[in-house]
């Protein structure tokens, strides 16, 4: 963490989460859930208007990592790393890839599965 004054290993972050966002909301295209991969794209990108917590992430991120693993990390609740995340995609410094969603096999392949399980 950069400053460790703002941190209380009893009481956890000293700076809410309100503050770290200015009390705004995961919002845009962009949708963000907890296995979806961050990756930074621009290494050495201007840092000017960027949060402490946004260089963490940016750090974080030289390698692909999920939401709720950078939450882990920066030890922030996963909205905020949303609303941070978000803002780093407007700025284009950061790629993000939602996983796809599994496809379930056919009935005829369960079927065929069981037969073979009973047949045993």
Known sequence: MPDEGW????????VRPYAITRGRIPVGDATLDVA????????????????PEHLTILELCQRPL???EIAAYVK?????????????IERGDVIVRSP???QAPDRALLQAVLNGLTKL
Not at 7 to 14: H, K, Q
Not at 76 to 88: H, N, Q, R
């Open 76 to 88: 922030v609740p996963l909205a905020v790393v949303k609303v941070l995340c978000g803002d780093l």
């Open 100 to 102: 796809q969603p599994a």
């Open 36 to 51: 979806t991969q961050v990756m930074a794209i621009a290494p050495g990108q201007d840092p000017l208007g960027l949060a």
């Open 66 to 68: 999920s939401v709720a």
């Open 7 to 14: 941190y209380d290993e009893a009481a956890g972050p000293l």
